[in-house]
């Protein structure tokens, strides 16, 4: 048996270097898809819980200056309720952490990289925000990153919000409107 020849050598490499040449930039979109599909199910879970919480609660939980809920507990804490029911000394929770109130709240796929879900809400309405990789899905706002609202690192392009709230603009100029 002989051994290949350089010319045999070479030309596989080269269909070797190709072929790897297509399937690297794939392969990495398709981990981005992958990530941002993570997005999208997080916040239709996410919308899921807060229709759960406004049916008990009869609102929404405020958010944050930092984009987060605030339906967390300090440690150890027990439950201030008002004369109507509802809990009055709720702290913002964390992103990526069990709660009582509305489970497991989800966190950016990409979370060690700096990017963050950020939620918005006065307790009538809410818009809760994150950043898509691939620019070319359908989700991908323009409109959004006109905004200006920073998810991390990132300006933030995609969002979920309740009912026919608008996300290019905040929720107190939607209200001014209707």
């Known amino acids: 048996m002989k051994p290949f020849t ?3 050598i070479i030309m596989t490499l080269s269909i070797f270097v190709i072929l790897l040449a297509i399937a690297i930039p794939n392969f990495a979109l398709s981990i981005k898809r992958g ?3 993570t997005r999208k199910n997080d916040f239709g879970s996410l919308v899921n819980t807060l229709d759960s ?14 984009g987060r809920i605030v339906a967390c507990l300090s440690p150890g804490e027990e439950p201030e309720v008002d004369s109507f029911g509802n809990i009055i000394n ?15 709240l989800p966190n950016d796929p990409q979370k060690n990289l700096g990017l963050k879900y950020v939620y918005i809400s006065n307790g009538n309405r809410y818009q809760i925000y994150g950043s898509l990789e691939d620019g070319g899905q359908d989700e991908y706002d323009e409109k959004i990153i006109r905004r200006g609202i920073s998810c991390g690192v990132r300006v933030c392009n995609y969002g979920r919000s309740y009912g026919r709230t608008p996300l290019d603009i905040s929720i107190e100029e939607y209200e001014l409107q209707i």
Do not use: H
Request: proline letters at 9%; charged letters at 15%; a negative charge.
């Open 53 to 66: 919480f406004q049916a008990v609660n009869a609102s929404f939980p405020l958010s944050s200056s930092d």
């Open 90 to 104: 709720f702290i913002p929770c964390d992103w990526g952490i069990q709660t009582p109130y509305l489970g497991n």
């Open 6 to 8: 350089k010319n045999e």
């Open 35 to 37: 990530r941002d599909t």
